[in-house]
């Protein structure tokens, strides 16, 4: 079945940098990968996804790559802020399913 | 998107005793799933809820632990029972279907304690 690794478990970073998040997958069958943020107490929010037909998708100060190759995708945020700490997930879903299989989380922090 | 409701957002309970959690969604969507999600970890699908008929239990799951249901397109039940410990988590009901663009979308959670 899928695998997806995501690195590192903890990022810590200064109010305006950025923050990239980093994950690979196994199966190269997986083609949509989205990226959830939880904050404390809530579920997850889907905040951004791209679709294997896709090298790269923004909107606002984030952005995710994907690198189908070297079966990668990445998450990266500009200008943080601490409103963005929070854990965030990415996932990968093989085509034709619904369920996507998820990365073990990522803690942002981000000091002010 | 949708918006899905789920009740309780937490409970505190007593091993041995059973919870039923409820989850409301505003349109009907093809699919809806529940998940676990234990203290500092990632997400672990339980069951896929299926509309009129048993649900689809993960490896590790079984029916008479976390019984589902589902009478119609917009709710869906998961019942923890015989609770332990080692059942404190986040139960998060979750929703996806080519009506929602084929994306995944959460809700609140119930966090559960059990003591």
């Known amino acids: 079945g899928e695998n997806v690794e995501q690195h590192p478990s903890t990022l810590s970073v200064q109010e305006g940098d950025s923050a990239v998040i980093k994950c690979t997958y196994s199966?190269?069958?997986?083609?949509?990968f989205p990226w959830y943020k939880q904050e404390l107490g809530k579920g997850p929010q889907l905040i951004i996804d791209i679709r294997s037909n896709v090298g790269e998708k923004k909107d606002q100060r984030i952005a995710v790559t994907l690198n189908k190759t070297a079966k990668h995708f990445s998450l990266h945020i500009t200008e943080t802020q601490p409103e963005d700490s929070a854990v965030y997930f990415c996932a990968a879903t093989r085509g034709g399913s619904y369920i996507p299989t998820f990365g073990r989380g990522t803690s942002l922090i981000v000091h002010p | 998107s949708a918006v899905i409701s789920q009740k309780p957002s937490r409970d505190i309970c007593q091993r041995g005793t059973s919870l039923t959690i409820q989850c409301q969604v505003d349109?009907?969507?093809?699919?809806m799933f529940w998940y676990r999600q234990q203290p500092g970890q990632s997400l672990t699908l339980i069951a896929t809820a299926n509309q009129g008929s048993e649900a689809t239990y993960e490896s590790g799951f079984v029916i008479d632990k976390f019984p589902i249901s589902r009478p119609n397109l917009t709710f869906s039940t998961l019942t923890v029972s015989n609770m332990s410990p080692e059942d404190s988590s986040i139960y998060l009901c979750?929703?996806?279907?080519?009506?929602?663009?084929?994306?995944?979308?959460f809700g609140s959670g119930t966090q559960l304690s059990v003591l």
């Open positions: 199966d190269s069958a997986s083609n949509y």
């Open positions: 349109s009907q969507v093809t699919m």
């Open positions: 979750s929703v996806e279907g080519a009506e929602l663009g084929g994306k995944l979308f």
